[in-house]
């Protein structure tokens, strides 16, 4: 009876709170029913406001338009149009098509930026408007600025006796005015000084420069033909500065992926090289020698500097190629180019120093080359010792501009005369690879020039000897890093293929200076100096026989009576020897004896050397119309061998008179 009175009462309490809750939700539920309640009000009232503020848009939208109207002459009588118009739009709110679009204050923008648009379109006098405010803009622009440039003091060049008593400056007070004179040359019209010219600057800006960074004249004037004024500073800066170490993965051994690994566990921090490579990394710091690690012993990797991988790519060898590298030493490219090749065909290093071949068969049995032969000739040797390579490599041996970080030697021990003594040496060099390249190779027929200079001597000047010489022509290297090669610069004058060449600078690439040029050999054509100067001076040939005519008809007049300039004669024959007014260095290929014949030509008096010329331009000028290249070899075989006979003759027939 007890347990049934406590369920009892136990029930009883659980009734007494269910009615409770049930009293108590009413007054729970009134609160949240209020703010649904004034939320709906709020929302209405906002689309209220939203729709307000259409209405009020377009409504200053057409007054926009209608005092676009009333300003535009010829568009007073279009009111109506306008007004149908708008009727039809508003037709379109009143369908919903309008309201559909507008969901926001975005889409109100769209639509007022769509209506000015189409409001530009239908008044193009509105745009015309805008050009001319901008045009005056940008002229108060360029007042503001002339103004501006007026206020600065010109730089005020020191005299002569202030250089001779300011002694030792420090390099803070010259590097501030090495700033000050570059400033005043890249915008020299304002603020250059009275009575001051543009070379007395370059002078000072020498001066300074060789003092400040230690070089000498000569190539300090050079680098500051080859780059603009406001970038030179940036590369002398970065010569100072040696460039990232970089590490080449042999592919023949491992890849880079897994060799990146292994050198971070040994605690070298490095990041790939770039989208351009897939071989390189950049060392920034390593707890361990590079040197010295155990995949550097097992030919895992190769310290190479990154300019060094690109004529190796340029060049592109294949399985199964012959190719030559004429400049192997150390082995860091034939060691790339054997990778490239998957250790099949022939690869033959070559280097002309017997010593620096120990290190090139050291480099290439660690990194597990074994399709290369090593040879010790010198490169000019070749096509003699070997040839008929589908492809050639040569890292020609330079002034090394491009790497004075690693050898600050350069600076002050290269002067004009050396260098054009390695400009020669390379020219040689560029036509024995030629030479020596196979022009019938199915899969070559391929050269690449290299160097690390950045001397115009040394590149596009060697180049452009190589395209006078040979039938090659430049093709692009394949390779999308690096600025264009010059065409012209200063005195020097190049084929416009030189753009295809490629140059590499510290200051923008992050590698070292270089100059990469790729070959294609079309034929065994040898071309000399004379085949140029008609090839290239068709001009002045043409000149040359409109001379040869005028003498024809003034001998024709002396042979009437009338007088003429006996000097003629003389110039028709220095117009006929062949040698196109090229100087003796340019014409090393001419006849041994045509020195000697042109002697006996000049020595014999005007008048018994006037009769033999008389017949020979007219020939040779028909000869030329009909075939240019049979009239240049019969005219230097005239020039060389006729002449001398038919001088000899009138020399016994006059002879023969005087008896």
Known sequence: STQSTGSKAVDGEKGLKKKKRKSEKPAEDEPIAEEIEQEDENLKLEEAEQEDDKENKLDDLNKLQETLLEKTTGFDENKNWLTAADEDEDEDEDMGIVGDDFDGAEDEKDAGEEEEEMMGDEFPDESDEEAVDEEKEAAAEKKEWKEATKALKPFVLPTPEELAEEGIISRDERNERIRAVIETLCDFKILRQEGANRHDYRNLLLSDLCSHYEYNEFLMSQLMEIMPYGELIDLLDAQETRRPVTIRANSLKTRRRDLAQALINRGVNLDPIGKWSKVGLVVYNTAVPLGATPEYLAGHYMLQGSSSFIPVMALHPKPGERVLDMCAAPGGKSAYLAALMKNTGMLLSNDASKERTKALTANLHRLGVHNAVVCNYDGLAFPKVMGNFDRVLLDAPC?????????????????????????????????????????????????????????????????????????????PLGVDVGKNGFTRINKYRFDKSMSLTRRYYPHTHNMDGFFVAKLQKLSAEVKTAKDNATTSD??????????????????????????????????????????????????????????????????????????????????????????????????????HSEKPEKVKLKKKKKSKVKE
């Open 538 to 639: 068709g001009e002045e040939d043409e000149e040359e026989e409109e001379d040869v005519d005028n003498e024809d008809s003034n001998k024709e007049d002396d042979e009437l009576g009338v007088d003429g300039e006996g000097n003629e004669d003389e110039d028709m024959m220095e117009a006929d020897d062949g040698s196109g007014g090229l100087t003796d260095s340019d014409n090393d290929e001419a006849p041994e004896n045509g020195v000697s014949e042109e002697k006996m030509d000049t020595s014999e008096p005007a008048e018994e050397v006037k009769k033999p010329k008389r017949t020979k331009p007219k020939k040779k000028k028909k000869k030329k119309s009909e075939n240019a290249a049979t009239v240049q070899k019969s005219s230097s075989e005239e020039v």
């Open 399 to 475: 002034s090394g501009s491009g790497v004075v970080s690693k050898d600050p030697s350069v600076k002050q021990s290269k002067d004009e005369e050396e260098i054009l003594k390695i400009a020669e040496v390379q020219k040689k060099l560029l036509l024995s690879a030629i030479d020596s390249v196979d022009h019938t190779s199915k899969t070559g027929g391929f050269l690449v020039y290299s160097t690390c200079s950045v001397l115009v001597q040394e590149n596009e000047w060697v180049v452009d000897y190589a395209l006078k010489r040979r039938n090659v022509k430049l093709v």
